[in-house]
């Protein structure tokens, strides 16, 4: 139960007011992650600690041009990046959450999760999956840090509670990047039911290396 109640809880809008804007090149990178249309697996490990629990866990993305999938190990999602459309599997019900099409598609950085205040770049970043600008955004709950490459992947995201009362923060711990085509059977609805990442590392498509 626990990694579901992680991903409902970063999508669920903190919008009381308009949001300041931010310092163009931190909108930049925002914009970079939203608009990516590449195609790709990345599978992020990442440290989740609340108020009585400590875990790591493996959250994977794929994206083959407009669409996108996500996967922790309690939810799926597909998404569509040019209608924000979206269809979500909760994995231990065993149930689709989209008949009455409240589920929204997130491609990129979720800015709704938490209303930024401020924000501001930091230091770049390298690694396997090549050199990423890193931005910080300060929230009404929470300090996130993002970790973006040129071609738009988040490759690190740090949420750090400003509060006690947020009750969890998650820290990425090690990222796995594979650039190229994706299974097309990923990306139906009945695929949901199943997982395309295994042991923290992207399935890739059959035709690839």
């Known amino acids: 139960m626990r990694p579901l109640l992680i991903l409902f809880a970063l999508s669920v809008a903190s919008c009381a007011g308009a949001q300041p804007p931010l ?5 930049a990178v925002i914009d970079r992650s939203h608009n990516a249309r590449g195609s790709y697996a990345v599978v992020l490990t990442t440290e989740v600690t609340t108020t009585d629990a400590h875990w790591t866990e493996k959250d994977a993305e794929f994206q083959q041009g407009a669409r996108h ?31 009455n099409g409240s589920v929204k598609g997130v491609c990129g950085i979720d800015v709704d999760a938490d209303r930024a205040l401020s ?23 929470f300090v996130r840090r993002y970790a973006v490459t040129a071609d738009g992947v988040i490759v690190a995201n740090d949420y750090i509670p400003r509060n ?3 009750g969890f923060s998650l820290k990425t711990v090690g990222t ?15 695929s ?16 690839q290396p």
Do not use: W
Not at 78 to 90: G, I, V, W
Not at 192 to 207: E, I, K, V
């Open 164 to 166: 006690a009362r947020v």
């Open 176 to 190: 796995v990047l594979k650039r190229g085509p994706q299974d097309p059977a990923m990306f139906t609805r009945e």
């Open 23 to 27: 310092p163009k090149e931190v909108q």
């Open 192 to 207: 949901l039911q199943r997982a395309f990442a295994s042991d923290g590392l992207p399935t890739m498509h059959p035709n």
């Open 69 to 99: 999938r996500i996967e922790v190990p309690a939810l799926r999602t597909l998404n569509d990046c040019d209608t924000r459309k979206s269809t979500a599997y909760d994995v231990l019900h065993h149930r689709y959450l989209d008949e």
């Open 119 to 141: 924000g501001r770049m930091l230091e770049p970043v390298t690694g396997s999956y090549g050199r990423a600008d890193r931005i910080e955004l300060t929230g009404e709950k």
